[in-house]
């Protein structure tokens, strides 16, 4: 029968549709299954239906899929089943079937596979209990055998006692050693404290050594192990408690700064008292000396080398090596925190402690010749203190300072490294102590500069304690000052650098001379200008103040009344009120005083008006920000018809773009008429294309494009000096000779003023210099002058950080209005070989409304401001000329 059934399969399978393609593999697993499954049926009456429910029911996951389906392409590792017991009435394997739907011919999942993750589960458990109890069963068992122990001894003892006496209890009958055996728990506590101490030390230390090895294999599992005490089943994921305790000791590390010696403080207290409690459980000493000797081997390597026995000179040396190990720590401790100090001194991160110094924070070009300034204004006092705040490195700093070659005469430079945006940093350097705070323009453009020392004021302003001092900021762009006055008040002060050396430029060109008495007047190695009140001079009128002094010329007076007003070169008849001060020109503060009225004798003098304007035809080479100021400036001073050439590289269309956004109206212009030449001024070619020899003057501007760069602007200036001066020297036989200059008529008798002419006997050229040591080149020849713009906003800097009152005298001097410097000639003044006193001068200067301050007389090489002897007579000529404050045309 059974063979029937087997040729009947096979013709079934042989006439019917091929079956789907598996693998071997496939085939193989589900003939498995499908032989269980049968043997299964066998038992039950419906054999044969269960049978076909079998064949016809398979998983999904029995398929394997092909590889370009992804996932479920992998063939997954089952656990193999055993083999079926042989049975009669087993079927055939699975291939031998054919079934035509495959969807309803899938067995259902086998009950092996799904209960194969929860076997696994409980078996893990069952691990974990097993631990579990074993670790119980060490924490219980370990003290009961120290316990057993004490007992053990006791008798030994007791035994011994037994021998002496035996003593019987009153009341109950019992032995004393009855009584001591039935008393465990305080005899056990007795015990710890005294017989045999030794050993539970000996227990103590191999427990402590063995410790960190559990907890670092098994500390991830004491959270499991509290949720089972607990009876809590947390099913949520959390960070490994390892983890979790590296990271807290991480945290304290980076907070607090004493952690590592903390730490190593607790490593050698613990190692000195694990070695002694070592010692203790193998030698015969008390604790005490255990201790101690705990601590000569942390102390002192070589101490265990006389130790004696083998269990004593192992604990000896596992010490020593720990105490090595401890040293080598606190060595690394140590050195790093030298260095860590040494490092913060180096870069400058350490606090000034000054009170009363001077505080510049940035860092520019014109910081080496204002330190210069500053300590010779310190000299008088026996040196001060200076410190620089800027975003270098201290090194770099005291490098770059070290190069100026210069005497500091007693003032300390301390620097340091920060922002003086950041408050931490300025109270780093006490700022609030500081008695003047002067900030420098940065490099950048003029918008971003001035922008910066906005937020520089901003910071200033922010700082809790009040600033004690006045701030002096250099700002870059005159349109800008406003808004820093706006958020500074009364405590900033500003100096418009840029535009300051473009007016100082045109009082030059227009007066040759005039930049080296501003040298002499705002540096602080010369005269410079002093503000104090004398009390004794109160009731005098101006004109007897003005001859008051003899080591001091007095140029105007700060009037009380009028909330402090300065008013220089006021009238005669001004009387000097009770709280006014009077504004001098002084050697220094302290080298004048008022004294007794001089004779003088003011005498017939000849009376010459100011020669009238002519026009002028002046050159501008290059192209600076604030040209559109300039422009005004020469508009205001020259006669109508004058021309103004511009030559530059920057385009017609470009120029007239800048100067309408700068606020210049160009059709506007009533007495200047503008030139426009596109060329480059180091370029001879370009350069002869021009009539240098028509000019008048000829300004040598610090071109907009290499100002960022002291040393390429000055080559580029000093350049295109030579350049003109040959070019012009080549022209001159070709001149008309007969021509003359009209603008110089009122000086016709100057030679100073012809010597500073320029060869072809009519133009004037200034040149601006931007480093004080490109002076010496341009000072060869006498035939040019030149202005040093940095050095000059360093003397006008350090100047008003002195004294914020000066900033006012300055602003007006430089201005287009108001009160000028000037340069007058002698025959406004006196005649010819006349002998006259220095107050004679100034009493006739008075009468044209002028201060004369200083002078100039033609055998003498620089100008002289407020000569010393001002009583005595001496011979003048034509020739010489005076140095006037005087109202502005």
Same mark, same amino acid.
């Given at each position: 029968?059974?063979?029937?059934?087997?040729?009947?399969?096979?013709?079934?399978?042989?006439?019917?549709?091929?079956?789907?393609?598996?693998?071997?593999?496939? @085939?193989?697993?589900?003939?498995?299954?499908?032989?269980?499954?049968?043997?299964?049926?066998?038992?039950?009456?419906?054999?044969?239906?269960?049978?076909?429910?079998?064949?016809?029911?398979?998983?999904?996951?029995?398929?394997?899929?092909?590889?370009?389906?992804?996932?479920?392409?992998?063939?997954?590792?089952?656990?193999?089943?055993? =083999?079926?017991?042989?049975?009669?009435?087993?079927?055939?394997?699975?291939?031998?079937? $054919?079934?035509?739907?495959?969807?309803?011919?899938?067995?259902?999942?086998?009950?092996?596979?799904?209960?194969?993750?929860?076997?696994?589960?409980?078996?893990?458990?069952?691990?974990?209990?097993?631990?579990?109890?074993?670790?119980?069963?060490?924490?219980?068992?370990?003290?009961?055998?120290?316990?057993?122990?004490?007992?053990?001894?006791?008798?030994?003892?007791?035994?011994?006692?037994?021998?002496?006496?035996?003593?019987?209890?009153?009341?109950?009958?019992?032995?004393?050693?009855?009584?001591?055996?039935?008393?465990?728990?305080?005899?056990?506590?007795?015990? /710890?404290?005294?017989?045999?101490?030794?050993?539970?030390?000996?227990?103590?230390? &191999?427990?402590?050594?063995?410790?960190?090895?559990? &907890? *670092?294999?098994?500390?991830? *599992?004491?959270?499991?192990?509290?949720?089972?005490? #607990?009876?809590?089943?947390?099913?949520?994921?959390?960070?490994?408690?390892?983890?979790?305790?590296?990271?807290?000791?991480?945290?304290?590390?980076?907070?607090? =700064?004493?952690?590592?010696?903390?730490?190593?403080?607790?490593?050698? %207290?613990?190692?000195?008292?694990?070695?002694?409690?070592?010692?203790?459980?193998?030698?015969?000493?008390?604790?005490?000396? @255990?201790?101690? $000797?705990?601590?000569?081997?942390?102390? +002192?390597?070589?101490?265990?080398?006389?130790?004696?026995?083998?269990?004593?000179?192992?604990?000896?040396?596992?010490?020593?090596?720990?105490?090595?190990?401890?040293?080598?720590?606190?060595?690394?401790?140590?050195?790093?925190?030298?260095?860590?100090?040494?490092?913060?001194?180096?870069?400058?991160?350490?606090?000034?402690?000054?009170?009363?110094?001077?505080?510049?924070?940035?860092?520019?070009?014109?910081?080496?010749?204002?330190?210069?300034?500053?300590? /010779?204004?310190?000299?008088?006092?026996?040196?001060?203190?200076?410190?620089? %705040?800027?975003?270098?490195?201290?090194?770099?700093?005291?490098?770059? /300072?070290?190069?100026?070659?210069?005497?500091?005469?007693?003032?300390?430079?301390?620097?340091?490294?920060?922002?003086?945006?950041?408050?931490?940093?300025?109270?780093?350097?006490?700022?609030?102590?500081?008695?003047?705070?002067?900030?420098?323009?940065?490099?950048?453009?003029?918008?971003?500069?001035?922008?910066?020392?906005?937020?520089?004021?901003?910071?200033?302003?922010?700082?809790?304690?009040?600033?004690?001092?006045?701030?002096?900021?250099?700002?870059?762009?005159?349109?800008?000052?406003?808004?820093?006055?706006?958020?500074?008040?009364?405590?900033?002060?500003?100096?418009?650098? $840029?535009?300051?050396?473009?007016?100082?430029?045109?009082?030059?060109?227009?007066? =040759?001379?005039?930049?080296?008495?501003?040298?002499?007047?705002?540096?602080? !190695?010369?005269?410079?200008?002093?503000?104090?009140?004398?009390?004794?001079?109160?009731?005098? $009128?101006?004109?007897?103040?003005?001859?008051?002094?003899?080591?001091?010329?007095?140029?105007?007076?700060?009037?009380?009344?009028?909330?402090?007003?300065?008013?220089?070169?006021?009238?005669?008849?001004?009387?000097?009120?009770?709280?006014?001060?009077?504004?001098?020109?002084?050697?220094? +503060?302290?080298?004048?005083?008022?004294?007794?009225?001089?004779?003088?004798?003011?005498?017939?003098?000849?009376?010459?008006?100011?020669?009238?304007?002519?026009?002028?035809?002046?050159?501008?080479?290059?192209?600076?920000?604030?040209?559109?100021?300039?422009?005004?400036?020469?508009?205001?001073?020259?006669?109508?018809?004058?021309? &103004?050439?511009?030559?530059?590289?920057?385009?017609?269309?470009?120029?007239?773009?800048?100067?309408?956004?700068?606020?210049?109206?160009?059709?506007?212009?009533?007495?200047?008429?503008?030139?426009?030449?596109?060329?480059?001024?180091?370029?001879?070619?370009? %350069?002869?294309?021009?009539?240098?020899?028509?000019?008048?003057?000829?300004?040598?501007?610090?071109? !907009?494009?290499?100002?960022?760069?002291?040393?390429?602007?000055?080559?580029?200036?000093?350049?295109?000096?030579?350049?003109?001066?040959?070019?012009?020297?080549?022209?001159?036989?070709?001149?008309?000779?007969?021509?003359?200059?009209?603008?110089?008529?009122?000086?016709?008798?100057?030679?100073?003023?012809?010597?500073?002419?320029?060869?072809?006997?009519?133009?004037?050229?200034?040149?601006?210099?931007?480093?004080?040591?490109?002076?010496?080149?341009?000072?060869?020849?006498?035939?040019?002058?030149?202005?040093?713009?940095?050095?000059?906003?360093?003397?006008?800097?350090?100047?008003?950080?002195?004294?914020?009152?000066?900033?006012?005298?300055?602003? !007006? &001097?430089?201005?287009?209005?108001?009160?000028?410097?000037?340069?007058?000639?002698?025959?406004?003044?006196?005649?010819?070989?006349?002998?006259?006193?220095?107050? +004679? /001068?100034?009493?006739?200067?008075?009468? #044209?409304?002028?201060?004369?301050?200083?002078?100039?007389?033609?055998?003498?090489?620089?100008?002289?401001?407020?000569?010393?002897?001002?009583?005595?007579?001496?011979?003048?000529?034509?020739?010489?000329?005076?140095?006037?404050?005087?109202?502005?045309?």
């Amino acid at each position: 029968m059974a063979k029937s059934n087997e040729e009947s399969c096979s013709n079934l399978n042989a006439t019917s549709k091929p079956p789907l393609k598996k693998t071997k593999t496939l @085939a193989q697993q589900s003939s498995l299954n499908l032989r269980v499954s049968v043997d299964n049926a066998s038992s039950s009456s419906s054999a044969s239906s269960s049978t076909t429910q079998t064949k016809t029911d398979f998983s999904d996951q029995q398929w394997n899929y092909p590889s370009f389906l992804g996932i479920g392409s992998t063939s997954r590792k089952r656990r193999p089943l055993p =083999p079926p017991k042989p049975n009669s009435n087993t079927l055939p394997p699975l291939s031998d079937f $054919h079934h035509p739907n495959p969807k309803t011919s899938l067995l259902p999942p086998s009950s092996s596979s799904s209960s194969s993750p929860s076997i696994t589960t409980q078996q893990q458990r069952q691990q974990h209990y097993i631990f579990y109890l074993l670790i119980i069963t060490c924490i219980i068992f370990v003290p009961y055998s120290a316990y057993l122990q004490f007992k053990l001894a006791k008798l030994k003892d007791f035994k011994l006692e037994l021998c002496c006496q035996i003593d019987l209890c009153s009341g109950n009958g019992k032995t004393s050693i009855q009584k001591d055996v039935d008393d465990d728990g305080s005899s056990f506590s007795y015990y /710890i404290l005294n017989a045999d101490s030794r050993t539970i030390a000996l227990y103590i230390v &191999l427990f402590t050594l063995v410790l960190p090895f559990v &907890l *670092y294999k098994y500390l991830d *599992y004491l959270p499991q192990m509290i949720n089972f005490l #607990r009876r809590t089943d947390s099913n949520k994921e959390d960070v490994p408690l390892k983890k979790r305790v590296a990271y807290m000791v991480d945290v304290f590390f980076s907070i607090y =700064p004493y952690a590592k010696l903390l730490a190593l403080l607790f490593a050698t %207290l613990f190692l000195i008292g694990f070695g002694g409690l070592a010692l203790y459980a193998v030698t015969g000493v008390s604790l005490a000396e @255990a201790l101690w $000797h705990s601590w000569t081997y942390v102390a +002192d390597s070589g101490n265990h080398a006389e130790t004696e026995g083998t269990g004593q000179r192992i604990v000896s040396v596992s010490i020593s090596s720990g105490g090595m190990l401890i040293f080598a720590m606190m060595l690394g401790l140590v050195s790093d925190a030298i260095s860590e100090k040494v490092d913060s001194l180096r870069k400058g991160k350490s606090e000034v402690i000054e009170r009363n110094h001077i505080l510049i924070l940035g860092w520019s070009d014109k910081l080496g010749s204002l330190l210069k300034q500053l300590a /010779i204004a310190n000299k008088s006092v026996g040196g001060g203190v200076i410190v620089v %705040l800027a975003e270098k490195e201290k090194e770099e700093m005291e490098m770059d /300072i070290s190069k100026l070659e210069f005497d500091f005469m007693g003032t300390s430079v301390i620097c340091r490294s920060g922002s003086p945006l950041i408050l931490a940093d300025l109270k780093k350097v006490s700022v609030s102590k500081a008695r003047a705070i002067i900030v420098l323009a940065s490099d950048e453009n003029a918008d971003q500069s001035d922008a910066r020392a906005l937020r520089v004021v901003l910071s200033l302003t922010g700082v809790k304690e009040g600033l004690r001092g006045h701030v002096v900021v250099e700002m870059s762009d005159l349109d800008n000052e406003p808004l820093v006055k706006l958020v500074g008040g009364e405590l900033i002060e500003t100096v418009v650098a $840029h535009d300051v050396i473009g007016r100082l430029m045109i009082q030059c060109a227009l007066q =040759p001379g005039l930049a080296q008495i501003w040298e002499d007047i705002l540096g602080f !190695e010369n005269a410079e200008f002093y503000i104090k009140g004398w009390p004794e001079l109160d009731g005098l $009128h101006f004109k007897d103040i003005l001859i008051s002094f003899p080591d001091a010329i007095p140029c105007g007076v700060k009037v009380a009344a009028d909330g402090g007003k300065i008013i220089i070169n006021p009238d005669d008849s001004y009387v000097l009120r009770d709280g006014d001060e009077v504004l001098v020109i002084a050697e220094d +503060d302290d080298t004048y005083a008022p004294g007794p009225l001089p004779e003088v004798c003011k005498g017939y003098f000849p009376r010459m008006r100011e020669p009238p304007k002519y026009p002028e035809k002046i050159l501008f080479c290059g192209w600076r920000r604030d040209i559109d100021d300039m422009i005004m400036v020469l508009e205001a001073f020259l006669a109508p018809g004058s021309e &103004l050439w511009m030559f530059n590289e920057v385009p017609e269309k470009e120029r007239e773009r800048k100067l309408e956004a700068g606020g210049l109206d160009v059709f506007g212009l009533e007495n200047i008429k503008l030139v426009h030449r596109e060329g480059n001024a180091v370029i001879r070619r370009h %350069l002869e294309s021009l009539p240098l020899e028509t000019f008048d003057s000829i300004l040598i501007l610090a071109d !907009e494009s290499v100002e960022d760069s002291v040393a390429h602007s000055d080559s580029r200036s000093l350049a295109t000096l030579l350049l003109i001066r040959d070019i012009q020297a080549r022209r001159l036989p070709y001149r008309d000779t007969k021509s003359t200059s009209l603008r110089l008529s009122g000086f016709s008798h100057n030679s100073w003023i012809r010597e500073m002419q320029q060869a072809s006997d009519k133009s004037i050229i200034i040149s601006e210099i931007l480093d004080s040591r490109t002076r010496n080149l341009v000072s060869v020849s006498r035939i040019s002058d030149y202005v040093l713009s940095n050095e000059l906003v360093s003397m006008a800097l350090a100047m008003v950080a002195e004294d914020k009152q000066i900033n006012r005298v300055l602003e !007006e &001097l430089f201005a287009e209005e108001g009160n000028e410097m000037c340069i007058k000639p002698a025959e406004f003044y006196l005649f010819d070989q006349e002998e006259l006193c220095f107050y +004679d /001068i100034m009493i006739r200067g008075r009468t #044209r409304n002028e201060i004369v301050i200083g002078y100039r007389q033609a055998s003498q090489e620089r100008a002289i401001i407020n000569p010393s002897e001002k009583s005595v007579t001496r011979k003048w000529s034509l020739d010489d000329v005076f140095v006037v404050i005087a109202p502005g045309d």
